[in-house]
């Protein structure tokens, strides 16, 4: 695990993208993440169920800079299913 980054608690529908966010901190910068592909039950039930599998694919694509231009990253519900 890197200690510089850090998966904050929690996630959040965001309505007006049509996603699950989920925050990360990497050295101090935030870099937010995105889960969309389902409604808002079945992807925060999918967040509750694969938490740590989730942060984990999250630690190692920030690790490997794996965020698009604006410097965030997304992804689909069926990389998880």
């Not at 389902?38 to 992807?43: I, N, P, V």
């Not at 938490?51 to 997304?74: A, K, P, S, V, Y």
């Amino acid at each position: 695990m890197n200690q510089a980054i850090q998966i904050l608690d929690g996630a959040v529908y965001k309505e007006d993208k049509q996603s699950l966010e989920i925050q990360a901190l990497n050295s101090g910068q935030l870099i937010y993440c995105y889960i969309n592909g389902a409604d808002t039950k079945t992807l925060l039930s999918l967040y509750a169920n694969h938490q740590f599998n989730i942060e984990e694919l999250l630690e190692t694509l920030i690790e490997n800079e794996q965020m698009d231009n604006e410097g965030q990253i997304h992804l689909h519900i069926d990389q998880f299913t």
